[in-house]
């Protein structure tokens, strides 16, 4: 059987970014205790407080998702990525290789964000909002943005998750009362 990691996105520790302009909470690294430069995914719920550059990752893939707040832009100097990150729940792929700068577009913002070393493995971000069933991967995570969810007999309610990792699995999705939105994301490997 599958081990399954249960998370509360309130009690996740914060950590605060070296430049001052945000912070970080992390959810799962892959594999357990892998640093930056060394994780083969990546799982995290930042809240960014004032514009700056954003980090690059080489040879990571990464997609971003406004959770609360009015959102960022994310910008490339050279024009290739010019992206308003201010609608909720609408995830945002790009490459960590581009040198992006951010600017907040309000009050702070935050923001779920998924990263994938691109030589080892994909991310697919999907957010629910209606029964659905999620075939099966090696390795993913699931979080409740809104409502309460029902997840093969696991309750999760706004704000909670559980992640998994290492041995396949799938899940049978619904929202309990019909109503709520959720996000689903899956690592592939690319061996």
């Known amino acids: 059987m599958t081990d399954v ?48 550059p954003f980090s690059v990752f080489a040879g990571v893939d990464r997609t971003i998702m406004l959770l609360d707040g009015e959102g960022v832009r994310l910008h490339a100097a050279d024009g290739s990525i010019d992206h308003r990150l201010d609608q909720p729940h609408e995830p945002f792929a790009f490459s960590g290789d581009v040198a992006l700068d951010c600017n907040v577009l309000g009050g702070a913002s935050t923001d779920f964000n998924v990263m994938s070393r691109r030589a080892n493995c994909r991310a697919d971000v999907r957010v629910l ?3 659905h069933a ?30 998994w990792a290492d041995e396949p699995r799938a899940w049978a999705l619904a929202s309990v009362g019909g109503t709520g939105t959720l996000v689903a994301v899956r690592w592939f490997s690319r061996s």
């Not at 992390?26 to 994780?39: K, R, T």
């Not at 075939?135 to 992640?163: I, K």
């Open 5 to 52: 990691h249960r998370f509360d996105r309130q009690a996740l520790p914060v950590m605060p970014w070296k430049n001052g302009g945000g912070t970080t909470r992390q959810i799962a690294s892959w594999p357990p205790g892998a640093g930056l430069d060394a994780f083969l995914w990546r799982v995290s719920i930042a809240t960014i407080a004032a514009s700056g």
């Open 129 to 131: 909002r209606a029964a």
């Open 134 to 163: 999620l075939p099966g991967a090696t390795a993913g995570l699931l979080m409740s943005l809104q409502g309460t969810w029902q997840a093969d007999g696991e309750t999760l309610a706004a704000g909670e998750g559980l992640w």
